[in-house]
């Protein structure tokens, strides 16, 4: 897995002489991404039989460009109706959607296009050139470690309580009790199921999104004529080509932004099993800890959007270095790229690299030159689709609350998933309505699981030693920039609000 320029170039060459099957793969892979409940693997498995009569390098461009553009059309719908069309997006609206309520839905598709492109672009030049010491990741990341990443993405709930700490909390651990349902992990003891076998293997992930974010916000949104605020439809309606470029300006002022945050993605995605949404609410966490205006996060602010968009797309890249270099699929998606692969006779492992490196680094390949001509085809679309912002409410809702319910059944194909979505979707709506944030109640339904699973692996692997936890040099050094990043933020609020103080005083003084 030596670095070698003139592969590099002739791959990067060869693989824009596939545009034919680029482009209709981003634009199915936009589609897809932004319709909750679909997704790149869902869709694949769909076109299986599509993909196993193609050579084996087009069936891989294939895939890869559709992967990487549902990944970036997950953030449209999150962005300019509040619906993540995927987990990976979930703390997209965050920012996203009251950019979009103050009319200013087009500069921030703009920025997530800009965002998602130059982060999943980014991790994947970086995956190119440090295969080799990417590969090592999974290796270091266990259990243990595994712990301390989730800690990170679950004192977000923290971070969102930081303004009403009694709510915030109640949401969150709210939030971590319905992700406990289901049967447990150790015995398969039904906990919390209420007699529903559909809940046995836990509260899926798709109802409770679409049901918290999408139809809650359908039931709040359809009391009002619009989603835009006054000043908003002011803004729409002066909205041109110019508000896109202002937004593309903005993007990449923020480079530094994108490219940290990208790369915390990058690093999430190699841990096989990680996915996308524990790295966008671990990057959305650090960019607010590490901010000088950590209070504007959640009003529509500019870096809140940047961080998990850029950071959910560093993650495409890092799921497939564990696929390629070890054969074991860091995603649902690289898990269907391993069985096409090996129905072609092509073997996983370091020999791949050896004896193939055409097909080993081609993925790579794939993914930057799908980023790439993104940004052509994408970019200028963001006009038309921030006008959808336009449409009275009393269409949108029905219309939202439609697509999002087949979205839920879509999964696993149950009519129990579309009661589901709609419960959620009453918890949601109550929730807005009394001041708790449903994004703290989704926080703790996705990670709340995961925590336990590597929890109670690691108490398994120990004999039941609750020090199992401080027991890695690596862990113990997340600990310490765990504390940090709780720390931090109240100790520089704190000194700013002396140094207020000092200079009021000051102030008063001299007049």
Sequence with gaps: MEFDPGLFIGLFARTFTFWWVILPAIFLGLIVGAIPGFSAANTIIILLPLTLAMDP?????????????????????AILVNIPGTAGAAATPLDGYPMTKQGRG?????????SSVFG?????????????????????????????VMLFGISLIATIAARDTLKGLIA????????????????????????FLELYDKVPLIPALVGLFAVSEAFAVIENQSILSERGKAAMQKAGWSETLEGVRIALSKWWHITWTSLIGLVIGVVPGAGAAIAAFVAYQQSRTFSKTPELYGTGHVEGLIAPESANNGVT????????VIGIPGGATAAIMLVVLQYHGVTMGPDLFMESPELAYGPFAAMAVTYFIMIFTILPLARYMSQITVVSTIYMSPIIISFTLVGAFVPRQYMFDMYLALVF?????????????????LIGVILGPLLETYFLRALKMSEGDLMVIFSSTLANVLWVALAASLVLPYLIQRRRRLRRGQEAAAGGTTE
Aim: proline share 4%; glycine share 12%; aromatic share 12%.
């Design 172 to 195: 969150g651990f709210f939030g971590l009790m319905i992700g406990y349902i289901g049967a447990d992990v150790v015995y398969e003891t039904p906990r919390g199921t209420f007699g």
């Design 120 to 148: 999943g672009l980014l991790a994947t030049v970086i995956t190119l050139l440090a295969m080799p010491w990417l590969s090592q990741v999974a290796y270091y990341l266990f259990s243990v470690e595994m712990i301390v």
């Design 317 to 324: 890249s890092g799921t497939l270095v564990p696929l390629l």
């Design 106 to 114: 087009q500069q921030a598709l703009a920025i997530s296009f800009v």
């Design 57 to 77: 390098e087009v069936g891989l461009i294939f895939m890869v460009a559709l992967y990487a553009s549902s990944r970036m059309g997950a953030g449209i719908p």
């Design 425 to 441: 979707g009453v918890i949601g709506y109550i929730a807005r309505k009394t001041g708790y944030h449903t994004a703290a109640i």
